[in-house]
């Protein structure tokens, strides 16, 4: 069995086969930790393998996407449904996807709503849906077979400019502001999301051209602004402020959360940066999110820290530091750049970088998870990372860390819990709360006979379940003879945890 595994992944195998799960273990793992994967859907990176399959085959791909994260522990998706102002969803105005159908406009065939599917299939795995946009891109390349004569950028030119290449909406223009809030609104409305999520990309990376927003700033800008770099910045901190209070509004349990480059500013640039020398999102991307952290307008950040330890322009443990040094409240998840295990480059030459950052983490108070980009990546166990997580870091499930200030109130717990012996099963039964609102999901919870009770301990979690009509669970994990006490728990949709019932179990010979 073991030839299908890295050297490290083997003994990190070896290791954890002496790690006891009664009383007296080593829990190396958290209750509460986010463990995210991004599904990119542009230039078909993740998902789906091509533009144009058939809708049955797009299915089996997602599914087994799916399937490969539940097996590995992870408890939040984020999937890029609008890449290039199209649409991996139905219930909207744009375009369906080119990377979907093959062409730009061509509905599924036969029809299903992509995004509607992941998130029934997620919410089914226990497993968080947040529905990633990139806010300005229109075209990815120009390319006139890929673009429909319907796009928006086609029937609105003057909102967009072009730029190396590619096309982008004019952030400058408030009715582009106005268009993507109500793009993002929609989806809010229309489907069970749990989370909004931005990537990096405002404006365009630079590249050797200037960026053609002059005639927007005369006409926008110039009388509020001297300098055109800080209307820029306005032009984004605007969007962003108004979007985290249309999503709360319309669903104050929905999270906001942006995925920034690693580094704000050097501190080089400004006292309040970090300690790093590199490109930055304020003076490369107009993104300013210091400012949007401290005025709390994001529910977390996700810093790109796409960078191995000691890296001079960009040192992970420099920039883990600051990111959570500088978090005002809120959360921050760190994006890890699992593509990179296999580089032989700056310190990646180095297979345990990516492991050893997952342990910084969490070692970190200020720092709540990890998300790693990207899903095939992780999937393909590149560098045996995978490996890692899945016989080490992430051997047994975890909670996401809530959110106390969209919601901090515990729900009502189950009542009547009860069980049956079903042969060599156990099921549990429960009801849902009697006087309060119906949970959003359950927690079940098994000890044995003489074994502590400790709720934080995340190893004697058996069931995490996003369904509140599943009130019901098989153990299909018991030995004759033994005795067991079952826990069952509420979770709310911030996944706030209610007070625990239990119920002793003698199961028969």
């Not at 083997?10 to 007296?24: D, E, P, S």
């Amino acid at each position: 069995m073991f030839k299908f595994l890295s050297c490290e992944s083997i003994l990190i195998l070896i290791a954890a086969l002496f790690v006891q799960t009664g009383a007296t273990s080593q829990v190396i793992n958290p209750k509460r930790e986010l463990r995210g994967v991004w599904i990119a859907t542009v230039a078909n990176i993740d998902w789906p393998s091509s533009p144009g399959l058939t809708v049955e085959r797009q299915k089996k791909e997602l599914l087994k996407i799916l399937d490969h994260h539940e097996d590995l522990g992870i408890n939040a998706l984020f999937f890029q449904i609008r890449p290039t102002t199209d649409a991996f969803y139905a219930k909207g105005e744009e375009l369906w996807s080119y990377y979907l159908s093959g062409k730009q406009g061509k509905a599924p065939d036969p029809f299903y709503d992509p995004l509607q599917f992941l998130i029934d299939e997620a919410h089914y795995r226990g497993m968080e849906l947040h529905a990633w946009f990139n806010p300005y891109r229109a075209a990815n390349d120009n390319d006139p077979n890929k673009v429909s004569e319907d796009h928006i950028s086609k029937l609105m030119p003057e909102w967009f400019f072009e730029y190396e290449g590619k096309t982008y909406f004019d952030p400058g223009i408030p009715a582009v502001r106005e268009y993507i809030e109500s793009v993002v609104l929609n989806v809010v409305e229309n489907y069970d999301i749990d989370g909004i999520h931005f990537d990096d990309y405002f404006y365009p990376y630079p590249g050797k051209e200037m960026l053609p927003d002059s005639i927007s700033f005369l006409k926008y800008g110039e009388a509020n602004f001297d300098r055109i770099e800080d209307w820029r910045r306005n032009n984004v901190d605007l969007l962003v402020e108004s979007l985290t209070k249309v999503i709360h509004d319309a669903k104050p349990y929905v999270k906001f959360g942006i995925s920034p480059f690693a580094i704000w500013r050097n501190e080089k640039e400004d006292p309040r940066g970090s300690e790093s020398n590199g490109f930055t999102n304020y003076d490369g991307l107009y993104a300013d999110v210091y400012n949007w952290m401290e005025n709390q307008w994001l529910d977390y950040v996700m810093p790109q820290i796409y960078f191995p330890f000691h890296y001079t322009p960009a040192p992970f443990e420099k920039l883990l530091k600051w990111w959570g040094d500088n978090r005002f409240g809120r959360h921050v998840y760190v994006g890890q750049g699992v593509y990179r295990a296999e580089q032989n480059k700056n310190g990646w030459e180095d297979r345990s970088q990516l492991p050893r950052q997952v342990k910084s983490i969490r070692q970190d108070a200020n720092a709540q998870g990890s998300v790693y980009f990207s899903s095939k990546s992780l999937s393909n166990n590149l560098g045996g990372f995978r490996d890692s997580l899945r016989h080490r870091y992430y051997r047994f499930p975890a909670l996401l860390p809530p959110m106390p200030w969209l919601d901090n109130a515990a729900p009502a717990s189950p009542v009547n819990l009860r069980h049956t012996q079903i042969d060599r099963f156990v099921r549990l039964r429960w009801d849902d709360p009697e006087s309060r609102d119906t949970p959003y999901g359950y927690i079940v919870y098994r000890f044995g006979e003489n074994e502590n009770i400790n709720f934080e301990r995340p190893d004697n979690i058996i069931h995490i379940s996003f369904d509140s009509d599943k009130t019901f669970f098989f153990d299909t994990n018991v030995r004759k003879g033994k005795s067991y006490r079952y826990y069952v728990s509420s979770l709310d949709r911030l996944k706030n945890e209610g007070h625990a019932i239990g119920i002793q179990v003698q199961v028969h010979e």
